[in-house]
């Protein structure tokens, strides 16, 4: 044990404590590989899903299974059918938020 509640490493701020944390697959876990693709994928097509009429944001997300997915928040249901199923072989997920205005200061 050390003097200190914390671990230094150049990598890594670690508790030194009785157990570790080691989040579930409900906590905060490191980005994988797969997630690094994704977020790729995710910018090489937001240009062009934003460009679909009612597309109102682009996000990350899971679906039901727990699979990472590409999420477009949509104006109205109607918009679903033209966005795209997949993209790069990722699942896309939809979410209806109605209208998002940017708001001016």
């Not at 701020?13 to 697959?25: H, V």
């Not at 994928?41 to 990472?68: C, D, Y």
């Amino acid at each position: 044990m050390s003097n200190s509640k914390f671990m230094q490493d150049p990598y890594l701020l670690a508790e030194d404590a009785a157990m570790p944390y080691l989040p579930d697959s409900g906590g905060m876990a490191a980005p994988s590989v797969t997630h690094g693709r994704l977020e790729a994928a995710k910018r090489r097509n937001e240009r062009a899903l934003m460009a679909i009429e009612g597309v109102e944001g682009v996000s990350l997300g899971h679906n039901l299974r727990g699979n990472e997915t590409i999420v477009l928040y949509v104006r109205d249901a109607s918009v679903r059918q033209r966005v795209p199923a997949q993209v790069e072989g990722y699942a896309v997920e939809t979410s209806i938020t109605g209208q998002i205005d940017i708001l001016q200061r």
